[in-house]
């Protein structure tokens, strides 16, 4: 999606808001593919004295796999992006502005970026996930763990001598 910024970019006051949708679901994030929902944006830019801010919001639930108990789980994700446009290139280098081509901005590219920067390489599917258990594998969140009910057959011998005594 680009947007032409013509009409507000000599009117101080000015703004122009945009909403669309992105398909993101192509996206490979470590071997998974977890933008399975579009991804909505919507933002605005503004003429604020003479400089034009570009502000953004971009939204969708993920279907991410929880690093603990490795369950696949709804995971709502909001990222938020603002950036300085420029007509023309700046002396100093910041990522944080952006160069308009022929007066247009490429909302997509700043989104899709924006999103993948603030993807979380840890996703958990609550904050005290219980995770699996090391011993039997069980999902600790669902059910309880199994190892205690294995009993060490060496702890059986020494309880069954000490039961003899
Ligand atoms: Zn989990
Ligand atoms: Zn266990």
Do not use: W
Request: aromatic share 4%.
């Amino acid at each position: 999606m680009r947007l032409n910024v013509n009409r507000i970019l000599h009117t101080p006051g000015a703004s122009q808001d945009f909403h669309f949708e992105m398909d993101l679901s192509d996206l490979d994030f470590g071997g998974m593919y977890p933008v399975v929902h579009p991804v909505v944006v919507d933002g605005r830019v503004m003429n604020r004295a003479g400089v034009l801010h570009c502000e953004l919001q971009a939204e969708t639930t993920l279907r991410s796999v929880c690093a603990r108990c490795a369950k696949e789980f709804d995971d709502p994700q909001t990222v938020e992006y603002a950036c300085v446009l420029v007509e023309e290139k700046q002396d100093e280098e910041n990522e944080d502005i952006v160069v308009l081509d022929k007066d247009e901005v490429d909302l997509a590219d700043l989104a899709r970026t924006a999103f993948i920067l603030d993807m979380d390489t840890t996703a958990l599917c609550s904050e005290d996930c219980q995770g699996l258990c090391p011993g039997c594998g069980v999902n600790l969140n669902e059910e309880p763990c199994r190892c205690k009910k294995q009993v060490d057959p060496r702890l059986a011998a020494l309880a069954k001598l000490l039961q003899d005594d």
